[in-house]
């Protein structure tokens, strides 16, 4: 029985009633990630590239208390301009949105939530949350790492910004038995840049090779997902000393101001993308369009195979 709070747009529950390939998007790229009007034009613009590479796009959040699999174009216009005051929505935050009949943008973690209620096992995003620098401290750690563990949805990223430890993000997910997948690399991707200094698992060089991993991970009955980091393409990766210093520089203001909790993600990402100016915005927007692709060519070869 589907979920009682769960709305499937038409479009996409006849895309799954056939068989055939979808992917899920999530709101707070559209929301916390990216200024208006860029934000819905991006989220826009990735639904089209899913739809041209084969998959029915389904972005994913929380409208009014409903979990929604699909939007419409005027709910993402309606999630672009309202901007940071819709609440960024992580696992602990559903019920009580649900319950209040409130809206929220939908993390990582959410968004693979309310795509694997509605059946939906792929997922393109930009970055994924992780291990924060400090954490062996702050214990800041996040419940993206912890979905993945749980959820089988595979997750298509330009791997984690180094705003993270990318070292203890990857001994993390070890930890928890999710395989890290590179796509046509053995590096991990850091967002901006095309390498880090960390290896992922496994190379893949197919969307064939990496759904029929995942399908097989499904049918072995192991419950969690997989994340596959796929680098930014090479004319629109940043140059690392730039990126690095920037985010060297958020990393310190966060600190400096006692910023905690919810808030360090959004804090450091819109520090970077202000000290970066709006070449980073370009290459944010860039690497989502990259993993949309993938991502769609990855979902309809898992419906194959
Ligand atoms: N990292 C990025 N871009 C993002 C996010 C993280 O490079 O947009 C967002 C995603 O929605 C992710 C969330 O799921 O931040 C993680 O937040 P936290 O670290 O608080 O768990
Ligand atoms: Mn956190």
Excluded at 52 to 75: Q, S
Excluded at 81 to 90: D, N, Q, T, V
């Amino acid at each position: 029985m589907l979920n009682k709070y769960l709305d499937i747009k038409p479009e996409v529950a006849e895309a799954l009633a056939a068989g055939k390939p979808v992917v899920a998007l999530e709101s707070t790229i559209i929301s916390h990630g990216m200024p208006y009007p860029q934000n819905v034009q991006t989220a826009l613009a990735v639904e089209q590239i899913v739809r041209e590479n084969g998959a029915v796009p389904a972005t994913i959040a929380v409208i009014g208390g409903r979990l929604k699999a699909g939007l419409t174009p005027e709910e993402i216009e309606y999630f672009g301009k309202k901007g940071l005051s819709i609440a960024k929505a992580s696992r602990r935050d559903l019920a009580v949105l649900c319950a209040r009949g409130e809206d929220g943008a939908t993390t990582v973690t959410t968004t693979m939530m309310i795509a694997h209620m509605a059946g939906i096992k792929v997922f393109a995003t930009g970055g994924i949350g992780g291990v924060h620098r400090g954490a062996e401290t702050t214990m800041d750690i996040s419940a993206d790492l912890e979905e993945l563990a749980q959820t089988p949805v595979m997750v298509v990223c330009a791997g984690a910004k180094s705003i993270l430890d990318l070292g203890l993000t990857l001994e993390y997910l070890e930890t928890h038995g999710v395989p890290v997948v590179g796509y046509e690399t053995k590096k991990l991707p850091a967002f901006f840049t095309r390498e880090s200094d960390f290896e992922v698992d496994y190379r893949m060089d197919s969307p064939e090779e990496i759904a029929k991993a995942f399908k097989v991970q499904n049918e072995l009955g192991l419950p969690g997902g997989m994340l596959v980091a796929n680098p930014i393409p090479v004319e629109y990766s940043m140059d690392a000393k730039v990126i690095n210093a920037a985010i060297d520089q958020a990393v310190k203001e966060a600190e400096e101001k006692g910023i905690h909790g919810k808030e360090t993600t959004p804090f450091l990402l819109a520090r970077v993308t202000e000290l970066t100016g709006g070449n980073s915005l370009e290459s944010n927007i860039q690497l989502v369009f990259n993993n949309a692709r993938l991502a769609a060519k990855t979902a309809a070869a898992y419906c194959q195979a």
